[in-house]
């Protein structure tokens, strides 16, 4: 493996760190449900060639050291650069892995402790079809996935909201749950702490999942003006609150609500003929680090391979 071929593995490292600027500018050329699942999809993609380019890496490295090489049954040197710049390079990937590993477990751990109080809570609370509504003097509302779905609601939200503006909040929560819009926000958060360039864009796959809800709850009660409404009060009521639901578990009050109002009360048309550039520029950038990644690995499988004698040079 000459110097010239581990480029392939530093090309998914660094594009992660390009797809934030086309992120940023997804939803303004993008439909909320079609801007969701190509960045979610992007991300995915761009995570897991990254993981697996830092893997290479770590492997490389750990075949250079000789108790690891005669248990790969390596009958040659493994070709590599100099050990001054490949041992470094394994090492930083170690450590970028065993960061990532380690907050992604804490991460979790906690995700899934707040999960199991609040689906305990809503459990044991009587409900009317999926909705649960939950004493407490802190305004709150999300949907919480699970069988059965529930949208969990506080009694000081039901009274920050008129009864149109809360037919509005339950139809929002209802669009989370319909479109398994807490599988979109797992995947973000699995992405981000695979690659730290990936982080901005789970702020960006957040705000399509809730953009998303916006519009199908404005479709619902046939009002975009009353939908806009509805969420900018129950923002504001929260404002002061802090909520105990987990991260995965979305709700009408997350993310930039002033432009998710803005998104509402503009006159929907066709989106800009530039969208069709932004889907190709995101899956660009996935294709181009899978690929680059494959190459990579590929690489040093067969490097692998021409050391244990297996193949030729």
């Known amino acids: 493996m000459t110097a010239l071929l581990l480029i392939p593995l ?9 797809v934030p600027a086309v992120a940023r500018r997804c939803l303004d050329r993008l439909a909320p449900v079609a801007a969701l699942w190509a960045l979610t999809l992007a991300v995915l993609v761009l995570a897991g060639a990254s993981v697996a380019a ?30 001054l710049v490949i041992l470094p390079l394994a090492a930083a990937a170690t450590g970028l892995l065993t960061v990532g590993a380690a907050t992604l477990v804490r991460s979790a751990l906690r995700q899934l402790r707040a999960f199991r109080i609040a689906r305990t809570q809503a459990d044991r609370r009587p409900t009317a079809g999926d909705l649960c509504v939950i004493e407490s003097p802190h305004p709150d509302a999300y949907a919480l996935p699970g069988r059965p779905h529930r949208i969990v609601v506080t009694t000081a939200m ?27 926000l797992v995947a973000a958060e699995l992405a981000a702490h695979c690659h730290p360039g990936l982080r901005p864009v789970r702020e960006a796959i957040a705000l399509a999942v809730e953009r998303a809800a916006d519009e199908a709850a404005a479709t619902v009660v046939g009002d975009r003006r009353l939908t806009a409404r509805a969420i900018a009060r129950a923002a504001l009521a929260t404002t002061s609150a802090r909520s105990t639901r987990p991260d995965f578990a979305p709700a009408a009050t997350t993310g930039p609500v002033p432009q998710r109002v803005a998104a509402l009360l503009a006159t929907p048309g066709h989106r800009p003929r530039a969208a069709s550039w932004i889907a190709f520029l995101l899956a660009a950038c996935a294709t181009v680090s899978a690929s680059a990644a494959a190459t990579g690995v590929l690489t040093f499988h067969h490097e692998v391979e021409v050391a244990q004698g297996e193949e030729s040079r």
């Open 54 to 83: 830092l893997g290479a890496l770590v492997l490389t490295g750990l075949l250079k050291l000789p108790l690891l090489a005669g248990l790969d049954d390596l009958v040659h040197p493994l070709r590599t650069p100099s050990d």
């Open 158 to 184: 039901l009274r920050s909201l008129g009864p149109d503006e809360r037919e509005v909040l339950f139809a929002h929560e209802r669009a989370h749950n319909a479109g398994g819009h807490h599988r979109f």
């Open 10 to 18: 530093f090309v998914p490292l660094l594009m992660p760190f390009a």
